[in-house]
């Protein structure tokens, strides 16, 4: 009677182990479903990972047939390390650059131009030592620089912005007039000061021959004494330009240079000029006589420097006044227009008081 009780027990023990074996089945199974459908990774806290760890480790080996949040790789991590504190790492690596001291960097890159080797000798004379090679060139790539040096005489805008002060550049612009023999191109002769973008405008001729070309260099001297006095001229190889009129700069020491054949984004200032005032001013016109167009260009020249805000100053003018106006609102007083030229040049100021 015993032996059949303890083979009933085992029975009923063995079908037991077996429900509880296919409810676990389905549990895994059914975690292993919910893995698949939520994302790949997950950032656990630290108390998730040691609730974790506290109910996995003592299934030992068995933990790899039902773990399924991560994997039993990651898993033996945590395990391996559960005497630290969970979650917290222990920074590794080279500590970060000092602030201070990539602001130094970007500063000797953006001043000088020097490369990555220059900068770390300067850095070393200064007394800053702990620093690789690899990481002055990691700062100065993310601050937008080439760790190598700048080689030759750099830029054509940087040698503009360099002698900006002191440069002027100068073409010619024709414009067909009506004369009693019928249309005739008159031309005029433009220098520009790039540094404050004021013009000096010749009288027109027809005929610009080597004569009145070395005048109107002598003429822009003169103009140029109460002015910006050059010390650079850029022209274009326009044969107009003679040899007595670079003469007339060489015997001032001013340097007369040439620029690029076909290279008129190299005379780009002067050339921007002569589109406006053909844009705003003469292609408006029936031009009648010298005398007319003589007369339009002044009035442009006048509005120009005096009323006409630029966009490459900042909005500015080119004669500011003495005292900028403050802020004021539309209400502020009465906005006035005056015009010029039949009322094609526009111009707003406030009325006075």
Known sequence: MLKFYHALVAFLSQAARQEVARTLQYYRQEALTYREL??????LSPRQRQRILKYGLPLGPRIKDVIT??????????ASGETKSVGKSARTGRPR???????LILRLARETGWGYTRILGELKKLGIRKLARSTVINVLRAGGFDPGPKRGEGTWSEF??????????????SKKVWTPTG?????????????????????????????????QARNFLLHAENSQPPTILMRDHDA?????????FASESIQVMPVGPRAPNMNAFVER????????????????GERHLHHLVTEYIRYYH?????????????TPTPEPPPDKTITGGEIVCESRLGGLLKHYHRHAA
């Open 38 to 43: 939520c994302p790949k990774h997950y950032r």
């Open 69 to 78: 949040i991560v994997s039993p790789r990651t898993f033996a991590r945590w």
């Open 97 to 103: 650059t000092a602030a201070e001291t990539v602001q």
């Open 160 to 173: 503009i912005e360099r002698h900006a002060a002191t440069l002027w550049q100068c073409d010619f612009f």
């Open 183 to 215: 249309l005739v191109p008159y031309f005029l002769l433009v220098l520009l000061h790039v540094g404050s973008r004021r013009v000096f405008v010749s009288s027109p001729t027809a005929n610009p021959d080597s004569a009145w070309v070395t005048q």
């Open 240 to 248: 107009k330009f003679s040899g007595s009129f670079d003469a007339v």
């Open 273 to 288: 000029w002569i589109q406006s005032v053909q844009q705003e001013c003469l292609d408006h016109f029936v031009i009648l």
């Open 306 to 318: 005096a009323h006409r805000p630029h966009q490459g100053l900042g909005n500015e003018l080119l």
